[in-house]
């Protein structure tokens, strides 16, 4: 398993530090929230992408993952064919960003994109989402879909065995699922589900619900455990929000590195 970070968990005056440490730990991946890469539209401005892409690789790591890939649009999957038209594009735009930063995996999390008010929308919703799929295959990446539980309010894939289950259902091959740890959290889920659906994980967060400081837990080693098990190669990457203390971001670093390495 090779293990990343989430750069939303701190500062951006705190990037050299982290990146430090990051490559100290022997982490070898940072997955990046683009709008924490850059600011403002990032999708429109794929030579900074490829400038930290350069910036990254030269410190030896990589990008396998993008998050928030929606972050600050309000278009809906389930609410007319004009709002699923221009989150296709936009998706496009995020795919090519992805592209250009060697990355392999964008989670599909963004829940309130994705209520489901009316079943009737169901159908042409997933059709967006299979034709997004198509467009990451050609591109070689995975458009990872997230499970979400309720406390987050929405109502489509609030577990994940449903987010498997969605992937089967579409069976477009740019799909894939992220497993979220604090949903499996949330949720009491039994991890041993991962087990029969290995060929779907493409990557894993761990994670708390509400993006809380990860703690230390014994459910940590009985995932390791079956990660490793079943010849899990991908990233394991924790996902916290910003607590302001870059010594607790280190010290859930060595946590993960110890449970997971």
Known sequence: MKLSISNIAWDWADDAEILAHIV??????????????ISENPYDHLDKANDFYNKITALGLSIPSMQSIWFGRTERVFFGDAERASLLDYSKKAIDFAEVLHCENLVFGSPKNRVLADKKERAAGLDMIAKIGEYAAKKDTVFAIEANPAIYNTNFINRTDEAFALVREIGQKGLGVNVDMGTVIENGEDIGLLEENMDLINHVHISEPYLAVPKKRELHRELAQLLRANGYHRFVSIEMKNCGDIETVKQTMSYVSEVFK
């Open 24 to 37: 100290a730990s022997g982490f070898s991946g940072i997955e990046v929230a683009p709008t924490r890469v």
